[in-house]
């Protein structure tokens, strides 16, 4: 069974169609890379996958459950997608610990000491555990934003999704945070990364899908997309991103 | 060549941009110092001691001016303040419901009571409600009244403070807490107001001021030796002694009390303008 299995799924700002029937994959254990220029709506599908934009037709099945059924659970099944944003979005108001325990306190019901090992354990993964005490405010982007990651992890999810996870980030920081999506990657977790990080889609993806204008244009393994793209679209967008100086219009 | 001085550098003016801004001000400081001597040698001092700083009326506002007057000022702001800052927040989240008609209800509310002067709000409460619903009666009689209608005005002012200080929460922490699984209510329970009211504590501490002082008010609704407030007991003692100093002195306590929530305003606004 697909960990998220996506059918023809079409989004509409107003008048502005967005996503124009995309059909897409993540298999359960895999890491696939969604890559493309800016306003190809790569954002728009991750963040319709787990319902944070409302499709206006098609279908999404996390795990076996069709999330765009209108009669499905959407907070059950945000439990088990885990999400990371561009701007990190870490409770302002509550300490770093208290940011990994409230969601599992308040919506998987955990006690105290149990969410607060649960955090701790994810913490020290992201390496960020001497940071507990404090508020977000304090601590660097890198560090916020693998905050955020553990934050996600905390709850457990089947399928943890990345959008630009390092977009917003100080190009120094950015090597902290890709290590530790590195990390999660070969543990096993299945994983939909929308990234301009090329060299970490070439090494870490199973699958690369090249979007524009609302379709997959061209999908497969990075050695095929990245590597040897077929299509002309694909072929300019990396000549760009792969070599913004020279870049061939 | 008959202009000799458009060939050669600007003339000098003759006062530097520093120097007349000093004489500038020096006007300034002179004029108002005149003015406060003018108005301090015009007045008749000994009839203003007399009528505004009489000792021995002074001594008769006390101790009721503060165990009763002042008690009871309190007693009315805080418990309006408690009602409007719950109906307040209720009034918010409705306005920025998704379903229309409680936005709806939540604007026509928030018009008619920004809408109308508090005093209009009081006559209504103390002379119509009653005729309305003749032996309906509020819990804690003139207490209960005055907190529900000082609570009605002041709720209509927090419902826009409260709505302001939610929108001014980021979009994300919402999709933050909902991509976590949380409710839309769990949501904005835990995450989203928590954060606005840390946004809206200077206008809400505003607020608690202005209703000090509207809760003046109370005297509409008449009320008794115990029942009294501030401005009405000294403006009764005012009347009994035909001297203003009670009046002075009622003055004097709102400051107590308003003053030092002032300072607390400006230092909440400082430390949040820091933490920018």
């Known amino acids: ?249 | 060549m008959s202009h000799g001085q458009e060939a050669g550098p600007a003339p000098r003016a003759r006062l530097s941009p520093r120097k007349r801004q000093r004489i500038s001000r020096g006007v300034q400081y002179a004029v108002f110092a005149a003015v406060v001597v003018a108005v301090a040698l015009a007045a008749d001092w000994k009839a203003v001691v007399e009528n505004f700083a009489d000792l021995d009326v002074a001594k008769e506002a006390f101790p009721e001016l503060i165990t009763i007057a002042l008690k009871n000022t309190v007693i009315y702001t805080l418990s309006a303040y408690v009602v409007g800052f719950v109906l307040g927040l209720v009034v918010a989240l409705m306005r920025l419901s998704s379903i229309a008609v409680y936005r709806g209800v939540a604007l026509a509310y928030i018009e008619v009571f920004r809408g109308l002067p508090a005093l209009v709000v009081f006559l209504i409460f103390g002379f119509g409600l009653p005729v309305a619903f003749p032996g309906m009666k509020f819990p804690f009689d003139q207490y209960g009244t005055v907190a529900v209608a000082l609570g009605l005005v002041a709720s209509a002012y927090m419902a826009e403070t409260f709505r302001a200080g939610i929108q001014a929460v980021p979009r994300g922490q919402m999709e933050a807490a909902r991509s976590l699984g949380m409710s839309h209510t769990r949501a904005m329970v835990s995450i989203i107001i928590p954060q606005a009211l840390r946004i809206v504590i200077p206008p809400l501490t505003n607020e608690l001021i202005l209703l000090f002082k509207d809760s003046s008010l109370v005297f509409v609704l008449g009320v008794t030796s115990l029942t009294t407030e501030l401005s009405k007991f000294g403006g009764d003692l005012a009347t009994e002694y035909a001297d203003s100093t009670p009046l002075v002195l009622a003055g004097a306590a709102y400051l107590v009390i308003t003053l030092p929530l002032g300072y607390v305003v400006r230092r909440l606004e400082a430390k949040q303008q820091k933490a920018r």
């Not at chain 1, 298999?27 to 934009?53: A, F, H, Q, W, Y």
């Not at chain 1, 870490?90 to 649960?118: M, P, S, W, Y």
Request: aromatic share 4%.
């Open chain 1, 1 to 249: 069974m697909s960990a998220v299995q996506i059918i023809d799924l079409h989004k509409s700002f107003g008048d502005l169609e967005v996503l124009r029937g995309i059909d897409a994959t993540v298999e359960s254990g895999e890491v696939v890379c969604v890559i493309g220029p800016s306003g190809s709506g790569k954002s728009t599908l991750l963040r319709c996958v787990n319902l944070l934009e409302q499709p206006n037709s098609g279908t999404i099945v996390v795990n076996g459950a069709e999330i765009t059924d209108p009669d499905c659970d959407i907070n059950a099944a945000r439990r088990r997608v885990g999400m990371v944003f561009q701007q990190f979005n870490l409770f302002q108001h509550l300490t770093v610990l208290d940011n990994l325990t409230i969601a599992q306190r308040k919506v998987l019901k955990r006690d105290k000491a149990d969410a607060e090992r649960t955090a701790m354990e994810n913490l020290e993964k992201v390496g960020v555990a001497d940071k507990a005490r404090v508020y977000p405010a304090t601590l660097s982007g890198g560090q916020q934003q693998r905050v955020a990651i553990a934050r996600a992890l905390s709850m457990g999810p089947e399928v943890m999704l990345f959008d630009e996870p390092t977009s917003a980030l100080d190009p120094e920081l950015v090597g902290e945070v890709l290590g530790v999506m590195r990390q999660l990657a070969t543990e096993g977790m299945t994983m939909l990364v929308v990234t301009h990080e090329m060299q970490f889609a070439r090494e870490v993806a199973d699958k690369v899908l090249f979007m524009d204008g609302g379709v997959v244009v061209e999908q497969g393994p990075p050695s095929q997309v990245i590597a040897a793209p077929r299509h002309e679209r694909t072929k300019t967008f990396l000549a760009r991103v792969l070599d913004p100086i020279n870049r061939s219009e």
